[in-house]
């Protein structure tokens, strides 16, 4: 069983940068696409971004595109989100999620097994 957490939520103005990682433990991330979603609360869990397993090919949602980056530690196998140009809109929980997603449903969560508990990222002035 993959467990996951993730960490270097918190509070921001707008326009600044943070970075969010997602560690595992009682597996290892490598094998696996790894995703971030964000939820406000009494809002649908949206898809943020992936990287694939296989090549680190990259896949984003059009409102964080130019602004956020994904990429993997192949030392530590975690993944980070980097996130600049902040905006009040991008405040949420964001959570990590692990899965062998087909391409054409990689922002799907049904496609991801295991999932952080999230943490928060709040923007504000």
């Known amino acids: 069983q993959v467990h996951l957490v993730e960490s270097g939520g918190g509070l921001v103005h707008p326009g600044a940068s943070l970075r969010l990682s997602c560690a595992a433990s009682?597996?290892?991330?490598?094998?696996?696409?790894v995703a971030w979603f964000r939820q406000v609360l009494g809002k649908e869990r949206e898809f943020v971004a992936a990287i694939r397993a296989s090549g680190g090919t990259t896949h984003y949602a059009n409102s964080v595109k130019g602004r956020f980056s994904v990429s993997r530690d192949r030392a530590s196998s975690a993944v980070h989100l980097q996130m600049s140009s902040l905006e009040p809109e991008d405040a949420s929980v964001y959570y990590c999620a692990a899965g062998r997603p087909i391409l054409s449903a990689i922002s799907a969560e049904r496609m991801y097994y295991y999932w952080g508990p999230g943490t928060q990222v709040t923007v504000s002035s």
């Open positions: 009682g597996g290892t991330l490598s094998s696996y696409t």
